[in-house]
């Protein structure tokens, strides 16, 4: 393999063995999904160079990690990484901490302090000491720290694990924001197929210490052969832009990269990059383009597969200009449309979610 | 009736506070590596640190006296290096508190290092501390009262020493007659008194050491 970034590495720590190859992006956040003791953090650590007895070849930005003769430590690697339990030094305060990567950095910060503080709402935090705040303030700071350490690539474990769903929704916005801007890659490690969902553009699914399934979050959701598909509660990502504004109704449309436009609620910084999300549940097809329906989004589409079947029901997948829709209809519906591969029908989108609601 | 006797005191604060300055050189990084390592030998390590806990001084001292001898393996060697035994003299004297006193800077510190734990370090690795780095600004911070403990117990036990002492440093004047020696002779003299007067320094400094311990260590738990 040829590719700039690459990652190879193989390691055997107790009785478990951990054998992953795949390419780092050079931009954009890479999940990487698998059930506990799949060897996810184990895979991360091996990236951060925390494991000393891992083999195998990293290449990084041109720059040599791990080959056969060395390994480099991990402060040589310019890495910074948040832990699922954000290891905050205890005896510093949160600014004490905040500067300790910076006093620590090669390069000049690309972050404007101010700004990402603001952003991840520390600023009134500096002076307080990690055992006075919340998990969730506490996640916060650990991100803020890793990011003005001013990495090359940043290895995210679980960095919500620890926390309890009030946390979670308290964190899940900056992360969301922080996939928005960052312009570095992101190794994001999670259990959560939610999570990978939102944040992640490409995702790698582990599994006994083997990658067994790698590619964009999109297709990871809605393709047959892909262990992320979920049959109960399908759903399908799509990034979109907004690219018109319907004041008069409060609408926004969004063009997906293939070019299917689609309208949502709420008026949207035009040019802005949201994430759209649509179960499956609330896509239902009609042969005709209903006119006389109060469903905004109503797209002619081919039927592509049929990704899964129960007694009653089959999950279907659709694409419009290359953008693949998942559909769960009945049998029953199924049959009366009479249905076959590459058959033409509108597909009527009852709801779709917007991720990225920031504002 | 006191001033003969402040020979003995300062001389043996000298001898305390020169150790103590030693063993915490010394023991910082064999504590570390007993708190770090995964070694084998890990075990027998921590029973030789910790010898002279339960070893009689005068066994200690027996063997100090024949290691230390200018026919001993480590005496006559200094002898060749620089012309001075390492018996009943003050330098033979600080060689001996180290190796004694050592269990009682080490084991402290050991236990510091080992509830620092590894997670905060790879946190400083991961943040671009070099490992010394990160032990000055990570793990010695941390071992704080760590350190305090192995301060107090390392200077306290120096300056009681009794056996040891005798054994291969003796009584003489200024150069290896310590306080619990010179306790020792007022006592043999029947001079009672200044026994005494010793004594009492003596006791009080070993109560205030140990009240200052535990009050260091009530305020970690708080």
Redesign the interface.
């Given at each position: 393999m040829t590719a700039a970034n690459y990652c190879s590495v193989q390691l055997i720590k107790d009785g478990f063995e951990l054998n992953a190859e795949f390419e780092i992006p050079q931009k954009g956040v890479l999940g990487i999904f698998g059930h506990s003791g799949s060897g996810k953090t184990t895979l991360l650590r091996c990236l951060?160079?925390?494991e000393d007895k891992a083999s195998g070849r990293i290449i990084f930005n041109d720059c040599e990690w791990l080959n056969d003769k060395k390994s480099l430590?991990?402060?040589q690697r310019n890495?910074?990484?948040v832990?699922q339990?954000s290891?905050?030094?205890?005896?510093l305060t949160v600014l004490k901490n905040l500067q300790?990567?910076v006093k620590?950095?090669?390069s000049e910060l690309q972050y404007n302090w101010d700004s990402l503080l603001q952003l991840l709402n520390i600023e009134n935090l500096l002076e307080r000491k990690p055992e006075t705040l919340s998990g969730g303030e506490k996640q916060r700071v650990a991100i803020a720290?890793?990011l003005l350490?001013n990495p090359q690539l940043l290895?995210m474990d679980e960095p919500m694990a620890s926390l309890d769903a009030a946390h979670k929704n308290e964190i899940i916005p900056y992360l969301e924001t922080l996939h928005e801007t960052l312009n570095i890659p992101l190794v994001y490690v999670s259990h959560s197929l939610q999570e990978v969902s939102r944040f992640c553009d490409r995702v790698l699914v582990l599994e006994s210490g083997k990658v067994i399934y790698s590619d964009t979050v999109s297709k990871a959701l809605s393709s047959a052969d892909s262990p992320l598909l979920k049959t109960q509660n399908a759903v399908a990502v799509f990034d979109a832009v907004v690219s018109e504004l319907d004041a008069e109704f409060c609408l926004s449309s969004l063009i997906t990269d293939n070019g299917t436009v689609l309208q949502v609620k709420g008026l949207h910084e035009a040019g802005r990059k949201l994430r759209l999300r649509i179960n499956a549940a609330d896509v239902s097809l009609s042969k005709s383009r209903v006119v006389d329906s109060s469903i905004l989004n109503i797209l002619l589409a081919k039927v592509v597969a049929v990704v899964d079947e129960t007694d009653s029901e089959v999950l279907l997948q659709l694409s419009v200009n290359e953008d693949i829709f998942l559909s769960r209809i009945s049998k029953k519906s199924f049959s009366l449309l009479n249905l076959t591969i590459d058959s033409d029908i509108f597909i009527q989108i009852k709801g779709v979610v917007l991720q990225s609601l920031l504002d | 009736m006191l001033l003969p006797d402040l020979g003995p005191l300062l001389l043996t604060v000298k001898l305390a506070f020169i150790s103590t300055s030693v063993l915490i050189v010394i023991g910082t990084p064999v504590a570390w590596w007993l708190a770090t390592t995964r070694c084998r030998i890990k075990p027998f390590a921590e029973a030789i640190v910790a010898l002279p806990i339960v070893l009689p001084p005068t066994v200690m001292g027996f063997y100090l006296l024949i290691l230390f001898s200018p026919q001993g393996a480590l005496g006559s060697f200094w002898y060749e290096l620089s012309g001075q035994a390492l018996t009943f003299n003050f330098f033979g004297l600080v060689v001996a508190s180290v190796l004694y006193s050592l269990p009682f800077v080490v084991q402290p510190l050991q236990s510091a290092f080992e509830s620092v734990g590894k997670d905060l370090m790879e946190a400083a690795y991961t943040l671009g501390a070099k490992p010394l780095d990160a032990f000055f600004s990570v793990a010695v911070p941390l071992a704080k009262r760590g350190y305090l403990t192995a301060i107090v117990l390392g200077f306290s036990h120096t300056l009681g020493e009794f056996g040891v002492v005798l054994m291969i440093g003796g009584n003489i004047p200024g150069e290896t007659r310590l306080i619990s020696i010179a306790i020792y002779d007022h006592v043999e003299s029947l001079e009672y008194a200044q026994a005494h007067t010793l004594s009492l320094i003596l006791l009080a400094f070993a109560f205030v050491s140990m009240l200052l311990m535990y009050l260091i260590n009530q305020r970690s738990k708080a």
């Open positions: 951060a160079g925390l430590s991990s402060q890495i910074a990484y832990f339990d290891r905050l030094f205890p005896h300790y990567g620590r950095s090669a720290r890793s350490k290895l | -």
